[in-house]
């Protein structure tokens, strides 16, 4: 890529060491961890209210199962070789979904994502009873209301029929597991999947005529150097995705048990990895891949890459997406639902959310009502994350507040970055610049009250 291209992203060794610090990902403001217990009442209040609502609504689910554990996943699953067993949880999901489609079942849905876990876990036959769940409670008919519908593979556990089934059914987008294609790596972290593998299956879709084909890779894995992952990225690149994750593995094995398999004297040191993913960063752009922002690329001709130049872009608990203004209902265990200014959590453990099914009651457990504070930041921070422009005019408008004096202290620490050539402010307007993108997390930090130094420690490195 051209380094003049307006959507190049620079490499600045000094400021990146600088604001390489703990930080959020935003996929909400506030974040899960100012997330409190909430009452059954305070719950069904808010989600009644959505009956007269029909605007589009974006659908997560959960399924937690995986047949392997990957030592380095922080995600919620549960490892079993019991095919049966996802049966039960079905019959869960079919009575959550009936207790939810009284305030979301008329609301047609335009976005849909199935996670884990390993979701292809389920059969053809399981997945097939899922989706048509989804048409009896819900609005879910792609042919009607197109949108996004997307769904996170394992190459190793995705049949040819399983993709064939979904892309029936009017998935479009599918994304890949794919880690690292380097074999000492893979079995350092307990996902060995060949490269062949991985192109029969993404073949495989492209023939189906999935409009979309996503990789997560990550960096900073054990056994991982610079040259290695370089072998992985020309492999990827033969592969052409539409899109690409590069994730940063955060080694934390006293919080995560599965990592605890990780011979921590394997994983990169801090130095190699800055260097591996700069690497990266530098190789995806001269690929023609564009910088969407905190981990994501995208080819030119992607949907995500037409909404950041048309400042459409969005962000939500799945990421960026060019759905994300409309609310999310999650099902499942873990899922977390973004309902008209309420985040809402399920259960984590599966015992517990079953139980509270089978007394026919919802399973949300934890979750955070916002108040106008919330808002007004949480829409500051979007509009950096995902426009990369925030008016002070355009907020003053919109809340009804004096936005000059409201943020005062978070408009000099925009000054301070803008000496650091992170972002440009003119007048009463700040634009996130190119090196800003690669270190949006230190920007958007300004404008969050709740992070401290004491709940630092909860977030990740930025790089």
């Known amino acids: 890529m051209n380094r003049e291209n307006e959507w190049y992203v620079p490499w600045d060794e000094e400021l990146i060491r600088k604001y390489d610090i703990n930080a959020p990902r935003y996929t909400s403001y506030p974040t899960a961890v100012q997330f409190t217990s909430l009452q059954p009442i305070q719950v069904t209040d808010h989600l009644s209210q959505q009956i007269n609502n029909h605007s589009p609504l974006s659908l997560y689910i959960h399924i937690p199962f995986c047949e392997h554990i990957c030592f380095y996943c922080a995600c919620n699953k549960i490892a079993t070789k019991d095919r049966d067993r996802p049966d039960k949880y079905l019959d869960m999901l079919e009575q959550e979904m009936a207790l939810q489609a009284h305030n979301f079942g008329h609301r047609p849905i335009t976005q849909l994502h199935l996670g884990g876990g390993t979701p292809t876990f389920l059969s053809t036959e399981q997945m097939t009873r899922m989706l048509d769940l989804l048409t009896v409670y819900f609005e879910w008919n792609p042919e009607v209301y197109p949108g996004e519908f997307s769904i996170e593979l394992d190459p190793r556990e995705t049949s040819n029929e399983m993709l064939t089934l979904l892309r029936m059914r009017g998935f479009n987008r599918v994304s890949f597991g794919?880690?690292?294609?380097n074999h000492e790596t893979q079995v350092a972290i307990n996902r060995v999947q060949s490269f062949e593998l991985v192109k029969e299956k993404v073949d495989k879709a492209r023939a189906l005529g999935y409009a979309s084909v996503n990789f997560d890779l990550i960096c900073g894995l054990p056994k991982q150097t610079t040259a290695s992952f370089t072998e992985s990225w020309k492999k990827t690149l033969q592969l052409s995705p539409d899109r690409i994750s590069l994730y940063n593995y955060a080694h934390l094995p006293e919080r995560f048990k599965p990592q605890r398999r990780i011979d921590s004297k394997t994983v990169p040191i801090a130095d190699e990895k800055l260097t591996i993913l700069r690497d990266s960063i530098e190789l995806l752009q001269n690929e023609g891949y564009i910088y969407i922002g905190m981990d994501h690329f995208a080819k030119p001709t992607d949907e995500l890459s037409k909404a950041l130049k048309e400042g459409t872009l969005q962000r939500n608990f799945q990421g960026y997406s060019t759905q994300?203004?409309?609310d999310m209902l999650a099902l499942g265990v873990s899922g977390i639902s973004q309902i008209n200014g309420a985040f809402l959590q399920n259960h984590h453990e599966v015992e517990p959310y079953e139980a509270l099914i089978?007394?026919?009651q919802l399973t949300i457990k934890r979750g955070l009502f916002l108040n106008k504070d919330d808002k007004i930041r949480q829409w500051s921070i979007s509009q950096l994350a995902c426009q990369g422009t925030l008016s002070l005019s355009e907020a003053s408008e919109k809340f009804n507040i004096n936005a000059v004096e409201y943020f005062d202290s978070e408009w000099q620490r925009m000054k301070e970055l803008a000496e650091d050539g992170l972002v440009e402010i003119k007048s009463d307007v700040v634009k996130v610049k190119p090196?800003?993108?690669?270190?949006?997390r230190p920007i958007l930090l300004a404008?969050?009250?709740?992070?401290?130094?004491?709940?630092?420690?909860?977030?990740?490195?930025?790089?």
């Open 178 to 181: 794919v880690q690292d294609f």
């Open 324 to 326: 994300g203004q409309t």
């Open 358 to 360: 089978e007394q026919k």
């Open 435 to 440: 090196l800003g993108r690669l270190l949006l």
């Open 447 to 463: 404008f969050d009250v709740y992070f401290n130094a004491q709940n630092a420690q909860r977030f990740s490195k930025v790089l």
